[in-house]
């Protein structure tokens, strides 16, 4: 790989990590938002059911919600170890821990 090439793939990992960081925030304000409205409008979500594609296809929603979900985490463990191996390879050693 040419030094450019090094630049630009950590560039990416980084940009990927910063992805994930706005991401998070954004699932932690759906939650605060959804924890008040399934409290307060819990009958909003059945009249949508029929027509949001969220819902869609009710007979294999659960089986590919669980796919979504399972292969997300796949990728995230996926760049974590690009991440570490990342770092092993510019020098920097990992903290000592205290045992």
Same mark, same amino acid.
């Given at each position: 790989m040419k030094e450019e090439e090094v630049n630009e793939l950590v560039d990416r990992i980084h940009s990927a990590k910063e992805s994930l960081v706005l991401f998070g925030r954004q699932v932690f304000r759906i939650s605060s938002d959804f924890g008040e409205l399934s409290r307060t409008h819990p009958d909003s979500f059945r &009249?949508? /059911? /029929? #027509? +949001?594609?969220?819902? /869609?296809?009710?007979?294999?929603? +659960?089986? &590919?919600?669980? #796919?979504f979900y399972k292969a997300s985490i796949n990728y995230i463990e996926l760049l974590r170890e690009i991440n570490r191996r990342a770092i092993e390879l510019s020098g920097t050693a990992a903290p000592k821990k205290n045992l």
């Open positions: &009249q949508l /059911a /029929a #027509e +949001h594609k969220l819902f /869609a296809n009710k007979e294999i929603v +659960h089986a &590919q919600m669980e #796919e």
